[in-house]
């Protein structure tokens, strides 16, 4: 079933080409709704195209259009960019789902400057170029949604990732000021927080494992939470395997 409140919504999916973001890139989609996919990667974003666009085929109700640009959110001016063209492709914007994200999973000693930087700028600093620039677009559709891709990692540190932890840790903060911040107008934050996704997220823990979340068990927690009366905000969604490895 297509739910109808989402035909015809814009949506952004930063780091859409793979993994969680193309997942729910191709959820929305299927709901009806116009999505703009960014990445980093030329090549990534030509083959999420051909994937997402190959799904109209086996649909028989109304399928939204896919647009990609290639964007680095660490980058101010190309967030707005990023921003400004969904808005001029597809006449506003609803939904921002901001997923881009980068880890790198060594202990304090052992990380770099740049890779120390490439995380925080990244998982926060990237959010916080999209959501200001998308801030006046959502206002000009009377409200919208801000979802921000976060992680257990945020509120549960663990040796090995001291800055992926504190990207997320601070995302989290970042969500709910800012949720309080627009509220009154209409638009909704909140931050979705998986555990263990088995997407070999940077090289990181890649072998298969049947008890981790699947990208599309995440998806689904996006577009539950876009279902959600005008009168209900849930803030933080929690997601984690239901039965972990001991």
């Known amino acids: 079933m297509m739910e109808s409140h989402l035909v015809g919504k814009v949506a952004i999916v930063t780091g859409g080409s793979r993994g969680i973001g193309l997942e729910i890139a191709a959820a929305l989609l299927a709901r009806g709704a116009h999505v703009v996919v960014c990445g980093r990667s030329v090549e990534a974003l030509s083959e999420a195209r051909d994937q997402l666009s190959a799904g109209a085929s086996d649909e ?13 959110v660490r980058n101010a001016a ?3 960019r990023l921003i400004d063209h969904a808005v ?3 006449g506003g914007l609803d939904i921002v789902i901001n997923n881009a994200g980068v880890g790198h999973f060594r202990e304090v000693a052992e990380l770099t400057d740049d890779e120390w930087r490439e995380v925080i700028d990244t998982n926060l600093s990237g959010p916080f170029h999209c959501c200001r620039a998308a ?3 959502l206002r000009r559709r009377g409200g919208g949604w801000i979802i921000n891709i976060s992680s257990l990692a945020g509120t549960h540190p663990f040796p090995g990732a001291a800055a992926y932890c504190a990207s997320k840790s601070g995302l989290n903060a970042f969500s709910e000021a800012l949720m309080q911040e627009v509220r009154y107008d209409d638009i909704r934050v909140s931050c979705v927080a998986p555990g263990s996704v088995g997407t070999g997220f940077a090289g990181h823990r890649k072998e298969p494992s049947a008890w981790k979340l699947s990208s599309s068990d995440v998806a689904q927690a996006v577009i539950d939470l876009l279902g959600h009366e005008p009168r209900s905000l849930p803030s933080r969604v929690e997601i ?3 039965r972990p490895r001991k």
């Open 88 to 90: 001029e492709r597809f």
């Open 60 to 72: 028989t109700h109304t399928r939204g259009q896919v647009e990609c640009l290639a964007a680095d």
């Open 135 to 137: 801030i006046p677009a």
């Open 78 to 80: 190309q967030a707005r």
């Open 240 to 242: 984690r395997p239901s």
